[in-house]
């Protein structure tokens, strides 16, 4: 049987986006145990440069020392891993039906741009480093790319189904 252009779109669609739904669990799983986290990067961190090394160091020790004192202080990032999974439940709209959702695309290429202003400005005001805030703002580049094809290849399909329907 002949696969269709309109088939191998969808399947280039399907395949990024649940790379872009798995990547999204992973990021909002991984933001519950970030003291423990933390702890092996730098026990397991192999020769970085040593002033990335002293900040995760000085992250860990702040998020060590707050955990005790202020243990509550940790449901902010409970929150954030919270908002990632609830986001890739999302994406499972466009999984289903890409063009019809093609919105849900869109939502998330204008949230992957929105980063860049979080992380510059919010940064800055915060006081981290500005090669930390550009190892966040590359979670807004690597975001955007599978969706931006996705959106391109929706077109495309949608197109293809224009061209049949006429």
């Not at 966040?136 to 391109?152: A, E």
Request: aromatic share 14%.
């Amino acid at each position: 049987m002949k696969i269709t252009n309109d088939q191998l779109l969808l399947k280039k669609i399907k395949r990024l986006l649940t790379l872009f739904i798995f990547l999204l669990l992973l990021s909002g799983l991984t933001a519950f145990p970030l003291e423990s986290e933390l702890f092996l990067l730098v026990k397991w961190s192999v020769h970085p440069p040593s002033f990335i090394k002293e900040w995760i160091l000085s992250v860990h020790n702040a998020l060590h020392e707050t955990n005790i004192r202020y243990p509550f202080m940790a449901y902010g990032t409970d929150w954030l891993a919270f908002a990632h999974i609830v986001l890739a439940v999302v994406f499972i709209g466009p999984l289903r039906d890409p063009v019809k959702n093609i919105w849900v695309i869109q939502f998330g290429m204008i949230a992957c741009v929105m980063v860049f202003p979080l992380a510059l400005i919010c940064g800055l005001i915060r006081g981290i480093p500005f090669y930390w805030q550009l190892i966040d703002c590359s979670f807004g580049v690597f975001g955007f790319i599978p969706l931006y094809l996705c959106r391109k290849y929706i077109l495309q399909m949608e197109k293809i189904n224009l061209k049949h329907n006429v």
